[in-house]
């Protein structure tokens, strides 16, 4: 739940960071801005964006469009450069070597300089007088470009690199040798964007850290209906999550986000990574969750339409000075649902038993959480006519699990419609299984084709475990998975890994497509992948630690894209056909 947190106010930081980049914006909306420190002349890094060579980044997006069935996506970048630059393109950009855009500050501004590899780049200077620029010298042996709409910028050109930007000052103020960096920065990737937050100016952190703060204070109002103590609850919840932004934007090293189209693994991935200041807290929390082992296993099973799987231990002592900010969130999500409850529900005695059914779950969170360790898998398998779900997970207090279960049962008992919980129905390991059959309406025909004509739920419980089976052979199905965990007890794994598979779920799809058309075109893509995709047709998203980080993938294998582009070929044809008729 912790890395959960995190990889939320990262998302947070994001857009804030977004913030820092636009000073000036900040400047304008902060009442209390202070005059801007003076210059320190020391140039820093602040934002590098690298993309490969050219004719790499080109031979990928045409791999990539042969994938989704447009083989012509290359030609087509190509073929666009040559017309800008009206056929110089070719002698005139050296496409064998990286080329970018990096942004240094001085501790007060921001200077950004463009960086093109270039073989003849007096030619792209004719270029844009062609289209109407007037070339004219500047200082430092620069030139000043000035266009059509009354703008300039300055062109500087210096062992093999053409220097652009839109301030004369910053070509003299070059980062060294910029070629190697932005090679270095690149990696592996078609594309990088590294921000080194590190060495954003304070004032601007100070600026983005009041925008957000007004923001939220502009946001936060009473909720009709909200109690002074519910509104004071949630309050002291944004406040301490507000306490936890803070720290991030200080304790933030690096952020950076990477796309890469690997043609020799026929598959795609978008990097997110971020990394903390060595010896910060943040640091420290993050490499308390290195090494993650779990106990579940066998819950994570590749061959499902769908299936997960996390693993974290923190410390709790490097967790202390967090738990107040995670009882405010608690305690205010408890009162959010407990006025949802009032909200919908009448009956008095089923209001109240609700309440601490929904207590008692919030207890077993809370002392899983405050244990440090988070770990469990989910696993469904699908197919046109049968769905089974299985999940397991660590629970600090399950017999809180199993009082809830049974103040929800009371709660429910109202209900002429109600079946009853079978308790002790079944045993495995050291879990013991209470099972519900809930019957499936008649007019629900698509959930009656996946369950037939009754949905059956079994939650087993055990000393520090629970597991949950939903649909046919549930019972069977967690014991399997529960048999194969501990035979890998103790198993390495990363943080979070997520897999999809698309055939089984657009199987599925297709079986319940609300009219032919939608049907037609599910099936024929379904096929495809059952036919031609060998198995490698999932969308993963998989977290990985790094020295005081984390990283997350998110990766399509190539039958996805081949899926993209067979399932726009088939509805461009059901046009064309309509077109026809």
Not at 267 to 288: C, E, H, N, P, W
Not at 311 to 340: C, H, I, V, W, Y
Not at 392 to 403: I, L, N, P
Not at 528 to 545: E, I, N, P, Y
Request: proline fraction near 5%; aromatic fraction near 6%.
């Amino acid at each position: 739940m912790k890395t959960i947190a995190v990889r939320f106010r990262s998302l947070m930081f994001c857009a804030a960071m977004l913030a820092l980049l636009t000073p000036r914006a900040f400047a304008q909306s902060s009442p209390e801005q202070k005059p801007a420190p003076a210059a320190t002349g020391e140039l820093k890094n602040v934002a590098i964006i690298a993309a490969a060579p050219y004719q790499k980044v080109v031979a990928d997006v045409t791999f990539l469009g042969s994938l989704a069935g447009k083989p012509e996506w290359g030609q087509m970048i190509d073929g666009g450069l040559a017309f800008f630059t009206q056929g110089k393109a070719a002698t005139a950009i050296d496409k064998t070597k990286t080329w970018g855009v990096i942004v240094q500050t001085d501790g007060q501004n921001f200077i950004p300089v463009a960086v093109l590899p270039v073989l003849k780049g007096d030619e792209l200077l004719g270029v844009a007088k062609n289209y109407g620029a007037q070339i004219k010298d500047s200082d430092n042996g620069a030139k000043e470009v000035a266009l059509p709409n009354q703008r300039s910028i300055f062109v500087k050109q210096e062992n093999g690199l053409a220097f652009i930007t839109t301030s004369a000052a910053s070509l003299s103020k070059l980062p060294p040798d910029p070629q190697a960096l932005l090679t270095k920065m690149v990696g592996e990737y078609d594309l990088t964007i590294h921000a080194s937050v590190k060495n954003v100016p304070e004032m601007y952190r100070q600026f983005a850290l009041q925008a957000m703060q007004a923001g939220v204070q502009n946001g936060m109002k009473k909720n009709e209906g909200e109690t002074d103590e519910q509104f004071e609850q949630r309050q002291k919840a944004t406040q301490a999550q507000m306490a936890q932004m803070q720290r991030m934007i200080n304790e933030m090293d690096s952020l950076t986000i990477g796309w890469a189209i690997d043609s020799k693994q026929q598959r795609t991935y978008l990097d997110f990574a971020y990394t903390f200041v060595a010896g910060s807290k943040m640091a420290k929390q993050i490499s308390s969750y290195s090494a993650p082992k779990t106990d579940f296993a066998g819950f994570y099973q590749p061959d499902a339409a769908a299936t997960v799987t996390f693993a974290t231990k923190g410390d709790p002592k490097a967790m202390a000075e967090d738990m107040a900010q995670f009882e405010a969130s608690m305690n205010s999500a408890r009162q959010q649902l407990n006025q949802e409850i009032d909200k919908k529900v009448d009956d008095t005695d089923a209001r109240d038993a609700l309440k601490a059914a929904a207590s008692d779950a919030f207890d077993a969170a809370e002392a899983t959480i405050k244990s440090g360790q988070m770990d469990g898998g989910a696993s469904v398998h699908l197919s046109p006519n049968s769905l089974t779900f299985v999940a397991g997970a660590h629970v600090a207090d399950t017999a809180k699990v199993e009082s809830a279960l049974k103040k929800l049962e009371g709660a429910a008992k109202k209900s002429p419609d109600f079946p009853g919980v079978k308790w002790n129905a079944a045993n495995h390991g050291s879990a013991t299984f209470h099972t519900l059959t809930v019957p499936v309406p008649e007019g629900e025909k698509g959930p009656r084709a996946l369950l037939g004509e009754k949905l059956d739920v079994a939650v087993g419980i055990a000393p520090e475990a629970v597991y949950v089976g939903v649909g046919k052979d549930n019972i069977d199905a967690v014991s399997k998975a529960m048999d194969a965990s501990a035979k890998e007890k103790g198993k390495s794994v990363p943080p979070f890994e997520f897999a999809l598979s698309l055939t089984p779920i657009l199987e599925v799809a297709a079986a319940q497509a609300e009219n032919d058309e939608q049907k037609e075109v599910l099936q024929k893509v379904a096929d495809f992948l059952k036919s031609d995709a060998q198995g490698r047709d999932h969308v993963r998203a998989v977290g990985t630690m790094v020295p005081n980080g984390i990283k997350y993938r998110l990766e399509a294998e190539e039958g996805v894209l081949k899926a993209m582009g067979k399932a726009s070929a088939a509805m461009q044809e059901q046009k064309m056909q309509a077109a026809h008729q």
